[in-house]
């Protein structure tokens, strides 16, 4: 596991940042908004923007940093959001519309400063068109003179759904930098948001909620603490290591352990790696080669895709994945092992199943050629997330699921916002890391056929030598049910294929310790 090279020695001291919390009074201490779970693949979010207001709805993506709204030609594929035609519209309010620029008063074109418009997704996929600025408003607080990527020609080989998406990164990872080659970003809606006074930080919170709920929230310059358990710990946002930048919202993740109903807990991984949080990716990413090489040594056969499957009743056990970060025993978030399965369903909606007639579900690790880690919506599911891009700092604590009670605290700046102080200021605590730690050593993980079976004690994950893929970029600037991201924006990319695999051969071997075979019924 490749060591975070941005953690540099006055990170390794031990930091402490305090933050101030207000109760809030008035509308300009925070922006809140309603996030739409649409088809289980995007959380969105109303918006208007022009005079006159055009109302669409804009997918909230911490893992991409531009404003990209789809013009009218965009729309012509089928599955655009914003095509009449496309069966995602069931349910969403407002109908998703194209944006029509030549329709606002206010509209200013950014051609000749910015130039063109580009993005390229995972996939192949492109987004061609240019830069425009006009008035955006979220739930009645209005930015003036926003930049947004306009889009009028979505080139879409996958097939993924096509929807106009709302960065929430770095303005540093905007397409106008990375594609355009420009070193100068345009003010993001976050940024402006600060600027023109409608929040006093450069910080948002996100609740996604239960995964079959239909939606959540999110909170621009503030928290609810009615959404979370506990306390909100923080971890850094930490620099790209193979860039040294700091311009994506990656944190260092340092455990995973598989904690089961009946008390028992197994660690399956400890180490420092660079994961980025990405509410825009619906799983979690890892890199194909080792996903490939760890399923064949267990005795699995991947489907064509490198897709992996399990029994669905997996999902009724209870049990959980508990992720640890920054070597912080309170900085944890638990993912029952039920938000990592989808069932497998054939033509007509008929489910599909093994040779016992067992109902399969596909396990929501996506392999990916490029190599990097993204931790997406089944794991942003179960938390509750604040991120501070003023301080480069993420909290996270455990999510309080489908409440519909609220308890909205303000941010308070350097000059404080709001009437109210909380009596006592919030004080969270970035550890320092302890770099790669040893896997314990333990019994040997079995395989007959497609069957596996393991002695009673924690998995020893001997793996060989499998290599990860090759280096490369990795985060779209547009959002799609797909979990592969564009160019523009990548996380971690490969580290030493041993721990790499023991995060994901932890996740494989114990959906399949309770054994029985998941063989296909052919």
Known sequence: MALLSGLAAADVAKKVVSMEFTRRQTVSDTIGATLQNVMQTAYAVNISIGTPPQYMIVEADTGSSDLVILGPNSCLDANALCNPNNPALAGITPTPLPFYSNVSSSIQDMTDSLGGFTATYGGGNTDLGSYLADTVSINGAVISNQTFGYVQQANNPQGALIIPIMGLGFATDESVVTSE?????????????????LIDVAAYSIWLNDPAATGGTILFGGIDTAKFSGNLAAVPIVPDPETGLQNRLLVPWTSLTYDSSDGTSATLYTGNYGALLDSGTTQMVLPTSLAMSLANGLGLSPQPDGSLLVDCLYSQLGDTFTFGFNNDP??????????????????????QVDQAGNALCSVGVVPDATGFAILGDIFMNAGYFLF?????????????????????????????????TVATTATIAIL?????????????????????SIPSASPTLNLGSAKAGPSNT???????????????ASPMRQAPAQDDMVILAG????????????????
């Open 474 to 488: 990795g985060t779209a600037t547009s959002a799609s049910a797909s979990a592969s991201k564009s160019s523009a």
């Open 388 to 420: 501070d891009l003023d301080n480069n700092i993420i909290s996270m604590a455990q999510a309080v699921l489908n409440t519909t009670a609220s308890n909205v605290l303000a941010i308070a700046g350097t000059t404080g916002v709001g009437a109210t």
């Open 432 to 452: 320092p890391s302890s770099g790669v730690s040893t896997l314990p050593v333990s019994p040997k993980v079995t395989a007959t056929a497609k069957t596996l």
């Open 507 to 522: 996740i494989i071997s114990l959906m399949t310790v309770l054994g029985g075979s998941f063989m296909l019924a052919t």
């Open 330 to 351: 309170t900085a944890t978030i638990s993912v029952p092992v039920s938000n990592f399965l989808k069932p497998l369903l054939l033509a007509g909606g008929t489910p």
């Open 181 to 197: 080659s420009s070193s100068t970003p345009y003010p993001s809606v976050l940024q402006q948001m600060k600027s023109q006074g």
